[in-house]
């Protein structure tokens, strides 16, 4: 089915304003959608994305010929539009290893790593790589990255081993078995901890290495053994 007949509900909302007219074939998978998103720099080649699939767009030509029709006052149809090239959707996996490696370039906790890219700022991570919004966001959750001062960060690997033989040491001095330690205990021994170490961080490490079990949240053993 043509782009032509999908839905006046449905919205392609391009990240740029463009005056370019073209036929799309949406799969039918994809015809309740109601929005799709144009995502690429002027060097790239563009991708179409939906809340949680990422989409190549290949142009197709054909000889048949594709009309756009406008009815008319007289209930007549005029033809505004006629092209023999359509474009396709092909759905593939994102490439999100620049992603990966503009966070190892900053983590938080080394002296000596760069400024965040303005790219993991919080307002436009979403808009400056090429996927869905479901496939960065579960990109960032398995780097176990957080918005620091407005930018998506990781964590630097010194700084948070550093923290965790804090907590297996204060466990130890508390009489605590840190591998079924519950998380209100923990922060209850880290709140008197080094100030290099913020509320929010010793928050955000202590619930990553943390897991709710019968409704109580307590030590992920498979995470600290």
């Not at 990966?100 to 983590?107: D, I, K, M, Q, R």
């Not at 965040?116 to 960065?136: C, N, T, Y």
């Not at 008197?192 to 509320?199: G, R």
Request: negative net charge; proline residues 5%; charged residues 25%.
């Amino acid at each position: 089915m043509l782009a032509s007949s999908v839905s006046e509900q449905t919205v392609v909302k391009p990240l740029e304003p463009s005056k370019s007219v073209f036929f799309l074939e949406l799969p039918k998978d994809l015809m309740n959608c109601r929005e799709f998103v144009l995502k690429g720099d002027p060097q790239d080649h563009a991708v179409l994305c939906t809340d949680v699939a990422t989409f190549r767009i290949r142009q197709v030509q054909t000889s048949n010929t594709s009309l756009f029709c406008r009815q008319n006052e007289e209930n007549d149809l005029k033809v505004e539009i006629e092209s023999q090239i359509y474009y396709e959707l092909e759905r593939l996996v994102p490439d999100l290893s620049n992603m990966v490696y503009l966070l190892e370039s900053s983590p938080f906790g080394d002296i000596s790593s760069s400024e965040p890219d303005d790219k993991l700022r919080e307002e436009r991570v979403m808009s400056s790589f090429q996927a869905s919004d479901a496939e960065i966001s579960s990109l960032l959750e398995s780097q176990d990255a957080l918005i620091i001062d407005g930018c998506w960060r990781i964590i630097a690997p010194a700084y948070l081993m550093g923290f965790l033989e804090m907590v297996i040491a204060n466990c130890i001095l508390a009489d605590v078995d840190p591998k079924v330690a519950p998380f209100g205990k923990l922060m209850e021994l880290m709140n008197d901890c080094d100030p290099e170490y913020p509320e929010y961080i010793r928050e955000h490490i202590l619930k990553s290495y943390t897991k709710d079990v019968d409704g109580q949240r307590i030590t992920d053993a498979a995470k600290v053994c």
